[in-house]
């Protein structure tokens, strides 16, 4: 079974830049999976980020995210990136990668952001 798998969580300062790496194990990101960012502030519900069609590189971003954050994807190594510019203290969250393919979703267990004013 495909098991997506987030990287590249930390501790930054307000303001900076991070990016966060999604990558698949048990099988490959083909065609038109999409693979989506989510994030899970303290006490909040799970919140889209955006998305991208893996082989079209199309993507779209929710209104918070548009403009700062970008999801890309690297074809070849397999695996998509979110990158995210002037984060915010209220940004502090669990960042989580999902892969949805046909009907089915997969998601990685998360990997911790943490925002120091």
């Known amino acids: 079974q495909v098991q997506p798998a987030e990287s590249g969580g930390g501790v930054v300062q307000a303001g900076d830049s991070l990016t966060l790496s999604c990558s698949v194990s048990g099988g490959t990101f083909v065609g038109d999976d999409m693979v989506a960012w989510y994030r899970q502030a303290p006490g909040k519900g799970r919140e889209v980020i955006g998305t991208?069609?893996?082989?079209?590189?199309?993507?779209h971003y929710a209104d918070s995210t548009r403009g700062r954050f970008t999801i890309y994807r690297h074809y070849h190594e397999n695996r998509a990136w979110l990158h995210m510019n002037g984060l915010h203290p209220e940004e502090t969250a669990i960042y989580y990668c999902n892969m949805q393919r046909d009907t089915v979703v997969y998601w990685g267990q998360g990997t911790q952001v943490t925002l120091s004013s």
């Open positions: 991208i069609i893996w082989d079209a590189g199309s993507r």
